[in-house]
């Protein structure tokens, strides 16, 4: 409705040069306006009253309490490990996948994202089998004899860091993939033509052309991570509590909602902080790099 | 339809156990007529939710012509959705099992039931004294244990202590209902109550190292595959893991049995007002509530239902049941959780 208006009200007027953008941006700009700005300020808004006054209690009594420092140390801990192991993992397979020749990489690809079609409730459900005591992860551990006694990754952050870095990986490996397509073999070849072993252009070619990709996959997987509610509250239970479990536990079970509301607040300028100063220290290493 | 057909066949054997034809009767003559109208209530999903919805609201709909929907949500998220629905409710009619009722009566998010003619049958307790909800049946709490790892069948809370159950005891947290009502319980086993909780977080503190789960939904992993042999639930969850080929005993503590409501209220402002008046006095039937201890062993709240001998033998009485402050549990609640996520979960 909104985009028929617009286009009919642009064909009425002269469209001038400054107008056209605007107009063209105008539905697209109302509905962030209404369904994201609006209900996003009035959600912060909730969070600076306390009992119908203006007041930074919610705010006071997170900040002094080592127990929820603990918390939000304890997701920012999530995300950083699950972007690490995403990234370890993902490089490889993007590289290999994006440099084969074989009619097969289309249908690899596929596959790789093929865990996405699957809800993450869904899979965090498979990992919870694995992870009981008397799982598939404890047995097989026993059997190798790695382990001497049956253990339990279930109701711990271990477990949620792994079963969120497998519900994450697919989303590093297409971002990383794109990239590497998008840089020229030959860049690789001639450095290896001039001395380099493989591994060493792959570091010095492909990787240090890559920190767009690096730094767009990261900031994916980090803020996917460090929010994720079902991963956590499944597979994590009440011992490995994020902000996200927090923030569902004081809006539903304690109807708590300035402080539900100021905890959402505090991990939205977290996430915003890190994000910047992580684009930026990488942004600055490349750049300084391309300079020497 | 074949469903219809088979919990009316149900209701029919139902009866015929029962042998008391005077029940019959009950509320047919004041039979409604709602043909056209809907009504909407909040279920607790699953498995619970579908017998619910045959046992209750198909033969309601069928005998009143109504359309009855439920739509999903645990207690809390229930109670949550009736507040920020207040004033313009899209649901009419809720339930509640972690008496979330109180909050909702106190925050006048909810109105009298002003039409459900059996209201004053049911026992003072179970309803509330102004009207304004009714316990429609009763879950009795327990212990759940495996009966292949442990021989003798639990007798009291105070057995979760034993050195023997070490490394195999789960308990809920404390976010859930039970896991409220195990603390309270542990608190009276040790000295302790409602009034008193320092005795159930000293016990707690003894065991914070075994598992914590978060939802019903654990129960088959944690003692098909999670190497645990004693938990606090309920009577209804046991006979579902018993069904499901768990050999899972339920044991009555002698402390008692705390109970858990399972309640109905209409929400202030609801389009279908009178349609959840009458579903909701079509749950305390007799005939209905039957059916409900059948198929979930949940005990009945209208003191005129008689069970049949073999239910009867299976689900508690409502007067074996414990009957715990809960008003004087969440007026705490908030403060338990504080300390219960940084002395037992941490």
């Known amino acids: 409705m909104t985009a028929a208006g617009v286009m009919t009200a642009g064909k009425g007027a002269a469209p001038s040069r400054i107008f056209v953008p605007v107009l063209i941006f105008a539905p697209c700009l109302l509905v962030y306006l209404v369904f994201f700005v609006w209900p996003q300020l009035s959600l912060l808004a909730v969070s600076a009253f306390d009992r119908g006054q203006v007041s930074a209690a919610h705010y006071i009594r997170f900040f002094s309490d080592e127990y929820y420092w603990e918390l939000l140390g304890r997701t920012l801990f999530l995300g950083v490990s699950v972007t690490l192991i995403t990234l370890i993992l993902g490089v490889p397979v993007a590289y290999v996948i994006a440099r084969m020749r074989s009619r097969y990489a289309a249908l690899l690809l596929v596959l790789t994202t093929f865990p996405l079609l699957v809800s993450a409730v869904v899979r965090s459900f498979g ?156 942004d600055r290493r490349s750049a300084g790099e391309a300079a020497s | 339809m074949g469903l219809d057909r088979v919990s009316r066949r149900q209701f029919v054997s139902g009866l015929a156990a029962l042998g008391s034809l005077p029940l019959l009767p009950t509320g047919a003559a004041a039979a409604q007529d709602f043909a056209g109208r809907s009504l909407i209530s909040s279920g607790f999903g699953g498995s619970t939710m579908d017998i619910i919805q045959k046992a209750v609201f198909d033969p309601f709909d069928k005998a009143t012509g109504a359309r009855s929907t439920q739509v999903p949500m645990q207690s809390a998220a229930a109670l949550a959705r009736l507040k920020s629905e207040a004033g313009n409710p899209q649901i009419d009619m809720y339930q509640f099992s972690g008496g979330q009722e109180d909050v909702a009566k106190k925050e006048g998010l909810i109105q009298p039931l002003t039409a459900v003619s059996q209201l004053d049958d049911i026992p003072v307790g179970l309803r509330d004294p102004d009207g304004s909800w009714v316990a429609w049946a009763v879950i009795a709490e327990g212990i759940l244990y495996r009966k292949d790892k442990i021989k003798e069948p639990p007798r009291s809370y105070r057995d979760f202590l034993k050195p023997e159950y070490k490394g195999h005891i789960a308990f809920p947290a404390i976010t859930n209902g039970y896991g409220v009502d195990f603390l309270v319980m542990l608190a009276r086993a040790f000295g302790g109550g409602e009034d008193n909780i320092e005795p159930g977080f000293e016990a707690m503190k003894k065991i914070k190292g075994e598992t914590i789960f978060k939802a019903a939904s654990d129960l088959p992993s944690l003692f098909g595959q999670g190497d645990i042999w004693i938990i606090p639930y309920d009577s209804g969850n046991a006979f579902k893991l018993q069904t499901s080929g768990l050999p899972v005993g339920f044991a009555t503590p002698e402390e008692g049995s705390p109970a858990v409501n399972i309640t109905a209220v209409v929400a202030k402002g609801a389009k279908n007002a009178d349609v959840a008046n009458a579903a909701i006095d079509y749950m305390l039937r007799p005939e209905a509530q039957i059916e409900i201890a059948r198929q979930m062993r949940w005990t009945a709240s209208n003191p005129k239902t008689k ?39 941490r």
């Open chain 1, 127 to 282: 990992w919870m089998v694995l992870f009981f005591r008397d799982g598939v992860v404890s047995n097989l551990l026993l059997a190798l004899g790695l382990i001497d006694q049956p253990m339990q990754l279930m109701y711990t952050l271990t477990g949620v860091i792994i079963a969120l870095a497998q519900v994450l990986l697919p989303l590093m490996v297409l971002t990383l993939h794109g990239v590497f397509k998008s840089i020229d073999p030959d860049l690789e070849h001639a450095a290896m033509s001039l001395g380099a072993p493989p591994w060493l252009a792959l570091w010095l070619v492909t990787l240090r052309l890559a920190p767009g990709g690096i730094i767009a996959g990261s900031l994916l997987v980090f803020s996917l991570a460090i929010s994720a509610f079902a991963t956590p509250a499944l597979v994590g239970g009440a011992r490995a509590n994020v902000m996200a479990t927090t923030i569902y536990e004081q809006t539903i079970e304690l109807l708590d909602w300035p402080f539900a509301s100021a905890l959402s607040a505090i991990l939205l300028v977290f996430v915003l902080l890190i994000s910047l100063l992580y684009a930026k220290a990488l």
């Open chain 2, 307 to 345: 069970l049949p001998a073999d239910l009867a033998a299976e689900v508690p009485d409502v007067s074996q049941l414990a009957k715990l402050n809960r008003a004087l549990i969440n007026e705490q609640r908030a403060q338990w959780i504080e300390r219960w996520n940084r002395e037992i979960a």
